[in-house]
């Protein structure tokens, strides 16, 4: 089982939806997640972090954790064009930080 | 600096030479984090430093890979006699340090090294 998983995608959405990504983990001792956004031939940003069960909102990105289930997921809300790039999800296990494949998303306009 | 900072950003090598990758990381930053990642692909852990020291080395894909970081500083990525698969974008990120669930943990990246090699 890798350590961090997710849908490759890709995931296409119309302008405005709601876009929503899903992230699996398999270390339950793992206390920080990431969402992280990585544009074609860029290296990766942080776009929100969460650290406890629950929604955190941020603009229009609502980060969701469910330490019970070990799953994080990101919404995106009233999506953009310009939102259109790789969502890497991420993680922190007992050492050091793990990524996902990353969820390809496309937002036509 | 002001972020971190990679070198070369771009390598053409032969099979079978040695490579060395450098990274800056932002000053003060104590973890260190290597990653590679294919074109398409993501993000493959290598090996993470927490100071002078790399508590975990289970990424390095074979005994070519090996890294370095003194002066909790600059750290270089190395890769002996280099192989077509190794081909990729090398990815360095520094964050100010492992105190989980402070925020702290938040990793800057910097540019990436692509290297290819023929």
């Known amino acids: 089982q890798k350590e961090v998983e997710q849908n490759s995608g890709p995931l296409s959405v119309p302008e405005g939806a709601i876009a929503s990504l899903n992230c699996t983990y398999s270390?339950?001792?793992?206390?920080?997640f990431f969402w992280y956004r990585q544009y074609s031939g860029k290296s990766p940003e942080l776009i929100m972090s969460?650290?406890?069960?629950g929604d955190k909102e941020d603009g229009r990105f609502t980060a969701q954790l469910n330490k019970a289930s070990q799953y994080v997921s990101l919404l995106i809300r009233d999506s953009q064009p310009s939102d259109s790039a790789t969502y890497l999800c991420?993680?922190?296990?007992?050492?050091?930080?793990?990524f996902g494949a990353g969820t390809r998303l496309t937002v036509k306009p | 600096g002001a972020g971190v900072s990679q070198s070369p950003s771009n390598k053409v090598t032969e099979k079978g030479k040695d490579v060395e990758l450098r990274c800056d990381p932002i000053?003060?930053?104590?973890?260190l984090y290597w990653y590679r990642q294919r074109l398409g692909q993501g993000l493959e852990f290598l090996i993470y430093?927490?100071?002078?020291?790399?508590?975990?080395k289970s990424g390095l894909p074979s005994d070519r890979f090996s890294a370095e970081r003194t002066g909790e500083s600059v750290s270089t990525l190395t890769i002996q006699r280099t192989q077509q698969e190794d081909s990729a974008v090398y990815l360095c990120?520094?964050?100010?340090?492992?105190?989980?669930?402070?925020?702290?943990?938040?990793?800057?990246f910097g540019a990436g090294s692509r290297l290819t090699v023929l």
């Open positions: 990120a520094s964050s100010l340090e492992e105190d989980r669930g402070s925020g702290a943990n938040v990793l800057t």
């Open positions: 270390d339950r001792g793992s206390q920080s």
């Open positions: 969460i650290y406890s069960n």
């Open positions: 991420a993680v922190i296990p007992p050492w050091d930080m793990r």
């Open positions: 000053s003060g930053h104590t973890a």
């Open positions: 430093f927490q100071g002078n020291s790399a508590p975990d």
